[in-house]
Structures are given as structure tokens and as C-alpha cells.
């Protein structure tokens, strides 16, 4: 075993005179296995010093820093030795120190993941799995898609003097369902109830006056985008028709009696 050095043994010598009395020091004796009175001189202070010889004559000091390590644990008793013997007292303490960060480190991480993965089972748990009636719900609560019913109004006029025609049968057909159908009044409004089940639904919508040209046009049955107002242009007057084949063959008729009687009366002067 290493020697204390002279330095260490003045601090270790220190520490037993501070730390110990006469009868405190005689029982660190007895435990060590040594007659307190066999220590040569007459004082405390002379006894120390020859306990600390007699266990460095016999490499016995690091039985000396066990036993006051225990009983005065608040004293950092193996500094006070050298760094060798330190070292032989716990040759282990810094892998040991490792072991315990190493372990507890470990140790927070599985706390954390176990944590998680409950929390994330209770939250499964607690939290209600969507049914079709949610989804359909969730899809059906933008503002774009909420199907509601509403008044539809057109005004229809006059293309060419801009006045409002009444009587216009206005008609709003979508597959699958019931046509709408609208007459519009003296002002040349006709407003037609769209159902919630036809809203925001495809559509074709057909304009009928007497007099003027059918308006056809595909809409879509939203609230926001429907237009309000149609100009009808006057139909077309057609020619009545001509009997002009039946016409010229009665007018050829007389001729070509006329021409075979010429003909014959040229036949018989001759």
C-alpha cells in the first residue's frame, strides 16, 4: 500500500484531534485492534500521532479511513489522504458515479415514453370515434355547402324597350326532382321557393314569353350566384309559305292547250 505522505499525515493528524476525544479516540483503538495504552506518549495529541505511524508502518491507514469515515461521515476523510490512496480506498467510485447517472438518465427516458403512450391511450379513449352522421355533419358545416331553403326573384323585360314583361312562365328543372315553376307579376318579377334538398344543386332554367324567344341556361342553385334578371328578344316573324310549284302549273296549263291547238290547225292547212 502506498505511504501517506507528510502533508496528508499533518491533515489526517488534525482531523483525528479535532474530530475525537481521549475516550472517542480509545474506542477508534478497540475497533482497530490496537491497545490505546501501548501508544507511546502521554498526551492526546501524541497518541494521534503515533496511531497514524504504527497503521502506516503496517499499510494499515486505509483500515483507519473506513472506520472514521463512518463514524464521522460529515468529514471528507479521504481527502486528507493522498490521491493514491484515495483511489485504493474506492477504486470503483468513478464508474460508479456512471453507473448511477447512466441508470437514472435511462430511467427518465422510459418515464417519459410510458407518460406519452398513456396519455395518448387515454385521449383515444376518452375521445368519441366520428360516426357517419358526424362526418356527414362536418362536411355539410362550411358555409359554402350548409343546404338551406330560400326565395329564389328574377325579373324578366323587354330587350329591345327595357319595360317588365308579365305572365313569363319562368321554370327551374333539376334531375330527380319536381320542376319549379314562376309567372311572373305586373313588374316582371316571378319568385320561386328553392326546397333545401334542391340547394347548391346543378339546374337548368327556361324563360317562355308569347311573343319572344325562348332563354335557356344552366345554373347552379346557389344562393349568392343566381341571376336576377333576363332580357327576352322578340321572336322572329316567319314568311308564310308559298304555293309557287301549284301556282305555275296552272298557269302553264292554258298555254300548252293553246300551243297543241296552234299545232294542229298548222297540220290541217297543209
Given at each position: 500500500m502506498t505511504k501517506l505522505q507528510l502533508a496528508s499525515t499533518t491533515k489526517l493528524r488534525e482531523a483525528l484531534n479535532e474530530c475525537y476525544n481521549e475516550d472517542e479516540l480509545k474506542t477508534l483503538c478497540a475497533d482497530l485492534g490496537i491497545d490505546y495504552d501501548d501508544l507511546a506518549g502521554g498526551t492526546k495529541q501524541s497518541k494521534v500521532r503515533e496511531l497514524i505511524d504504527y497503521l502506516r508502518r503496517r499499510e494499515q491507514v486505509r483500515d483507519l479511513i473506513e472506520a472514521v469515515s463512518k463514524q464521522r461521515p460529515h468529514k471528507n476523510w479521504h481527502r486528507l489522504a493522498n490521491p493514491q490512496l484515495e483511489q485504493q480506498v474506492t477504486p470503483y467510485s468513478s464508474f460508479q458515479k456512471w453507473l448511477v447517472i447512466s441508470a437514472i438518465a435511462i430511467s427518465s427516458m422510459l418515464i417519459?415514453?410510458?407518460?406519452?403512450?398513456?396519455?395518448?391511450?387515454?385521449?383515444?379513449?376518452?375521445?368519441?370515434?366520428?360516426?357517419?352522421t358526424t362526418l356527414s355533419l362536418a362536411v355539410t358545416s362550411t358555409p359554402q355547402r350548409t343546404a338551406m331553403s330560400f326565395t329564389y326573384p328574377v325579373q324578366i323585360k323587354a330587350g329591345d324597350s327595357g319595360q317588365p314583361l308579365p305572365d313569363v312562365a319562368v321554370t327551374i328543372y333539376v334531375i330527380g326532382q319536381a320542376p319549379l315553376r314562376g309567372i311572373t307579376d305586373a313588374n316582371g318579377y316571378a319568385r320561386i321557393l328553392i326546397d333545401s334538398n334542391m340547394a347548391n344543386q346543378p339546374a337548368r332554367l327556361e324563360v317562355q314569353a308569347q311573343g319572344y324567344e325562348q332563354q335557356t341556361l344552366n345554373i347552379d342553385l346557389h344562393q349568392d350566384t343566381l341571376p336576377v334578371q333576363f332580357c327576352l328578344g322578340r321572336r322572329r316573324q316567319t314568311s308564310?309559305?308559298?304555293l309557287w310549284c301549284k301556282t305555275h302549273q296552272r298557269l302553264n296549263q292554258p298555254v300548252r292547250l293553246q300551243s297543241g291547238l296552234r299545232h294542229e290547225a298548222r297540220r290541217h292547212s297543209n
Open positions: 417519459v415514453i410510458l407518460v406519452a403512450l398513456l396519455t395518448r391511450e387515454l385521449f383515444a379513449i376518452s375521445t368519441p370515434q366520428p360516426t357517419p308564310r309559305p308559298r
